[in-house]
């Protein structure tokens, strides 16, 4: 009886950290050997200064965007060679909260696709939350799915991911690799908005500028 007890004492305890695995955005480190999950928290943060600067030259001077309402912003700060697969969102709505997003890499690395095994590292939007849908505890095999709370106009998020190739869990994908990534954004009161991203040397970093596909 004793037995039965504490095996199941240590499959609750096992349940119960893998349920705080996936709240907290699945595993934080895919392969120990992938420069992508390599990143130190230093190295996190000025990715994320960085971005909200880059953020704001492009809102103000509206470089690179296409026809159609602007929705959001993501970049993913340079140089080109850089293995900090680190987004930083930006809903530029007037209004409206940001749900869902989606980032589809089946494009990216000259169109020899990639896959995100694992987003981490995640930053919630101020006074709401961040969660991964996809991929959860287990590695991804395709695009990353994110939900949000509280993710307001002129508020951002921050997150990692580890994109890979189908068949190298280790491989180091660069922020050039990304080019291509389409990413799509679902808002409060139905607005759907997208865009690609792609490397800008004026910048030194990946911008993809989110515009109104419907309704």
């Known amino acids: 009886m004793r037995k039965v007890l504490i ?23 895919s392969n120990k050997k992938d420069k992508n999950t390599k990143v130190a928290a230093k190295a996190k943060k000025a990715a994320d200064v960085l971005a909200k600067t880059v953020y704001q030259q492009v809102s103000s001077t509206r470089t690179g965007v296409g026809s159609g309402p602007l929705c959001a912003i993501a970049v993913i700060p340079g140089p080109a060679g850089n293995f900090n697969i680190r987004f930083g969102v ?3 709505t007037g209004g409206n909260t940001l749900d869902v ?14 896959l995100h095994e694992s987003v981490f590292a995640t930053a919630p939007p101020p006074g709401g939350t961040l969660a ?16 949000f709370t509280g993710f307001d106009s002129l508020e951002s998020v921050a997150f990692n991911t580890d994109p890979d ?16 990534t389409r990413m799509e954004a679902v808002f409060s009161n139905g607005l759907r908005c997208a865009g690609t991203l792609a490397f800008n040397a004026g910048f030194n970093a ?4 989110l515009t109104q596909t419907s309704p």
């Open 165 to 180: 190739t189908y068949d190298n869990p280790a491989f180091g994908a660069t922020v050039a690799d990304m080019d291509r």
């Open 101 to 114: 997003l989606i980032v589809d890499s089946f494009f990216s690395l000259g169109g020899s696709s990639l």
């Open 90 to 92: 930006f809903n530029t």
């Open 7 to 29: 095996t199941f004492a240590v499959l609750v305890v096992a349940g119960a950290a893998l349920a705080a695995t996936v709240a907290s955005g699945g595993p934080a480190v």
């Open 132 to 147: 991964v849908e996809y991929p959860g505890a287990v590695s991804g095999k395709g695009p990353a799915v994110l939900s």
């Open 206 to 209: 990946s911008i993809a500028t």
